[in-house]
């Protein structure tokens, strides 16, 4: 296989940014992973509305395997609890706890310095012309 084929550069470049981060976030959360931070970032961004595992896996494209083993983690750190619903007992909607809020908070910071760090050198059109293309391959994808 090429190493110069796209989906092996992205590939890799998501295993380094994986690793990176996950190292960033270690020096404060042990229990939390990069992909937990981004699910505590996102119920906390949808607050008053009825977050499910479902909801989960679509907004970050995984499967419902790896969203149900990544909740009970979370679940059990004690960053999120499940609620049920009371139209539907079955269902249980996803909320972030004071601990979860507190550590949402603190990986905002890393993930921003990530963020922050992964851009520098790279001026706005060219951060913006690299979003259309990313945005590009996740259609061609779909």
Do not use: C
């Amino acid at each position: 296989m090429p190493t110069d084929d796209i989906g092996f550069r992205i590939r890799m470049l998501s295993n380094l940014i994986n690793r990176r981060i996950n190292q960033m976030i270690a020096e404060e959360e042990t229990s939390l992973t990069a992909h937990q931070s981004w699910v505590l970032n996102y119920i906390t961004h949808h607050t008053g509305q009825e977050i499910m595992q479902r909801d989960i896996e679509k907004q970050f494209s995984i499967r419902r395997s790896t969203a149900s083993h990544m909740l009970q983690l979370m679940e059990k750190n004690g960053y999120i609890s499940r609620v049920p619903v009371p139209k539907d007992a079955r269902m249980k909607k996803l909320v972030i706890t004071e601990k979860g809020m507190e550590a949402q908070v603190r990986m905002n910071d890393r993930i921003r310095r990530f963020e922050n760090m992964l851009q520098s050198d790279m001026p706005t059109q060219e951060l913006e012309y690299l979003k259309l293309l990313l945005k590009k391959l996740e259609n061609n994808i779909l």
